[in-house]
């Protein structure tokens, strides 16, 4: 802080706090989970050294080169590439070059080569779709869990939330209006700045799977009126604390079971991916969908788009095996 452009006599009162609020603000830059994730991989970057007698920080090219090597014995490609992202990270908020990068000829290599032998693709969820979703809503049973096991369900799937939106939501982020639902999300993983995005639920044409009628009847039947709008609940009714994202998982996997489905395909996630892939096969417009899900880049969505047109499109089809 030496090179701050005042006296450092005349404002040494205000260096102390000046100092804490910027460190405040550099490490909340990154989302918590991100900042957890980085944390992890450089401490096992850091043991990694260790044990091999090589320096971490700063750490050479060929050493980060090695390091991959070693990771790719047992992780996916995406999981190197967040260790070399922790990395580069550690690196860049000391003011030094990434070591991590593929810019360097030995990483280049050795990065290629990971990829052409493991390959990039990553596993993908299965997607609940409007006849899953409609199965399960058949299966809940009375009571208030199945009261907002349908509400977490109805809307995650009609929103196209992700996991960690859906339990972010506060009571204060939904309005109810004629046309249907309006929810604030204040912060998603591709708003990190926190602008906020309205997302609008329309009634269904099915009350027993309309996401507006089933958020009213859970906020009735568990009379919340102020803070988090998904709770945890005990075997006994009882409603606590705001409801996890890993209990979101757990609640999807358990209804996709109790209508047969394969349950290790599916996650909190399945519902996001159900809402984009029915919509693609129900005709709705790329654009349509990016505004429903907030994605900012086409290329997911796409992604999607393909798998719902494997057959509606399937040149094999047409002909006549």
């Not at 030094?96 to 030995?106: F, V």
């Not at 809307?155 to 859906?166: D, I, K, Q, T």
């Not at 693609?280 to 417009?285: H, K, L, R, W």
């Amino acid at each position: 802080m030496s090179a701050l452009p005042v006296p450092i006599n005349r404002t040494a009162g205000m260096i102390g706090p000046a100092v804490d609020r910027a460190r405040a603000y550099a490490e909340n830059s990154k989302a918590p989970a991100t900042r957890r994730a980085y944390m992890g991989d450089w401490t096992r970057f850091e043991d990694w050294c260790a044990a091999a007698g090589l320096a971490s920080f700063p750490a050479a090219p060929e050493t980060v080169a090695l390091y991959i090597a070693a990771l790719a014995e047992k992780h996916r490609p995406a999981t190197i590439s967040r260790a070399m992202a922790a990395i580069a990270a550690r690196h860049r908020a000391a003011g030094l070059d990434s070591p991590a990068s593929i810019r360097h000829g030995a990483i280049a290599a050795v990065w290629q080569g990971i990829k052409r032998t493991h390959g990039t693709a990553q596993e993908q969820k299965a997607p609940v779709l409007v006849e899953n979703l409609r199965a399960m809503c058949r299966t809940l049973r009375p009571g208030v869990i199945g009261i907002r096991d349908r509400a977490l369900l109805l809307v995650g799937f009609a929103g196209a939330f992700r996991r960690s939106e859906l339990v972010a939501l506060d009571f204060e982020d939904v309005q109810f209006t004629g046309d249907g639902l309006v929810i604030l999300l204040r912060r998603s993983k591709t708003d990190q700045e926190g602008e906020g995005r309205r997302v609008g639920l329309p009634y269904g044409s099915n009350p027993e799977t309309c996401p507006v009628r089933a958020l009213r009847a859970w906020i009735e039947a568990s009379a919340i009126d102020a803070g988090p709008l998904f709770r945890s609940i005990t075997r006994h009714g009882k409603i606590q604390g705001r409801l996890s994202g890993y209990a979101v998982a757990v609640i999807v996997k358990r209804h996709a079971e109790a209508v047969g489905l394969e349950v290790d395909r599916f996650s909190g996630h399945s519902l996001r991916a159900g809402l984009v892939t029915s919509a693609a096969i129900a005709g709705a417009s790329e654009r349509a969908i990016m505004a429903q899900t907030g994605h900012r880049s086409s290329a997911m969505v796409r992604r999607y788009v393909r798998d719902a047109n494997l057959f509606r499109e399937n040149a094999a089809a047409r002909v006549g095996l």
